[in-house]
């Protein structure tokens, strides 16, 4: 499968991104690692005019220490940050996420900012153009209908970021800069909840950096996935406790992570827990597994997790 034909870009800066996304009027993509981007343009899922590089733009690759936040550089690539060791003293919920992230290789290319907007999935949606004219098109390739639920006016594909869940539960906030402002977000406002359009993000604003509140952590994150060596999650559970407040999320079953805060002790409060998650999650067939299954795995995961977690916290 080969890409549609498109310029290429490659600023030294945010400023110089932002312009030319304004120069091929909205009709550019950002380009971190690629390792999602790439694929879905060979799928022929997007088929933008230009294609902006950010790698050439150095502040966006850094981990710094800031005194109350570490904050993360939208372009630090999963393998670097999973060995920061600010990262491994503060966030170990973050350290498992960045290790459970596909494979090696491809966290040696892939990068923190693209994973988090990285778009959602579905068994009916990331297939060849050829494939999906073939069943007709989806709502997210702007058809009538769901094909994972025929008839179905929602969007039901996942959100499979692993890093999503496990920057959740430590209450992280993002810094977008785009051609009118800079804003900074809870990284909850990052998602739309509907997954055919799953971010806010304004036309032309680029994720430059993630902050992290710096606060000592205990936590953990579990994954169900076809293969250990490589697979997206059909299912990923974070927990962190900060300062005696436990928060779990749960993400790849949905168009974003669901949330939720537990109290101490938390083991005591983990089906409370999932009985909460399992409220807001309507997973539906499109994926490998059954989602019966994936919905049964959420309240497994997160008894080991936490359990676990609280055992080494002893
Ligand atoms: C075989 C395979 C297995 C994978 N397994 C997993 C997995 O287990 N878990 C997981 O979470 N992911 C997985 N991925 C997805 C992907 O590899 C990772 O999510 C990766 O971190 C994406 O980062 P990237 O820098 O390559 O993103 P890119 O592909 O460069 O970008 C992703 C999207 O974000 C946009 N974008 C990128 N950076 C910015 C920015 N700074 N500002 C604004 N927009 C931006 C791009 O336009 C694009 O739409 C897998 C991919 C493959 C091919």
């Known amino acids: ?174 810094e977008l800069s785009g051609p009118d402002e800079v804003r900074r977000l809870d990284l909850e406002e990052l998602y739309t909840n509907k997954a055919d359009k799953p971010f806010s993000l304004q036309p032309g604003e680029i994720l430059t950096a993630i902050f992290v509140p710096k606060k000592k952590s205990d936590g953990g994150y579990k994954k169900l996935r076809v293969r250990g060596a490589v697979d997206y999650p059909l299912l990923g559970v974070a927990f962190s406790s900060v300062e005696r407040t436990g928060k779990l999320a749960v993400g790849a079953i949905g168009p974003k992570p669901y949330v939720v805060e537990m109290k101490q002790p938390f083991q005591d409060t983990i089906g409370k827990a999932v009985k909460a998650v399992l409220k807001q999650v309507r997973p539906v067939g499109n994926t490998v597994v059954d989602p019966d299954y994936r919905k049964r795995m959420v309240s497994v995961l997160a008894a080991r997790l936490v359990n676990k977690v609280m055992e080494g916290a002893k």
């Open 1 to 174: 499968m080969i890409a549609s034909k498109f310029a290429f870009r490659s600023p030294k800066d945010v400023e110089e991104a932002v312009r030319l996304y304004r120069e091929f009027q909205g009709e550019a993509v950002y380009l971190s690692g690629g390792t999602d981007l790439v694929p879905r343009m060979k799928l022929g899922l997007e088929k933008p005019k230009a294609v902006i590089d950010l790698k050439r733009i150095a502040s966006l690759t850094t981990v710094e220490d800031q005194g109350d936040w570490i904050r993360i550089g939208a372009l630090a690539r999963i393998f670097d940050i999973k060995q920061n060791n600010l990262v491994r003293q503060y966030f170990p919920a973050l350290e498992a996420s960045l290790e459970a992230t596909s494979c090696e290789s491809l966290q040696m290319r892939g990068t923190i900012g693209g994973n988090l907007l990285q778009n959602s999935r579905c068994l009916f949606y990331n297939q060849s153009e050829f494939w999906r004219r073939s069943k007709g098109f989806c709502l997210k390739m702007g058809g009538e209908s769901c094909n994972a639920v025929p008839g179905a006016k929602t969007c039901f594909a996942n959100y499979c970021s692993d890093n999503a869940p496990a920057l959740r539960t430590l209450s992280a906030e993002v």
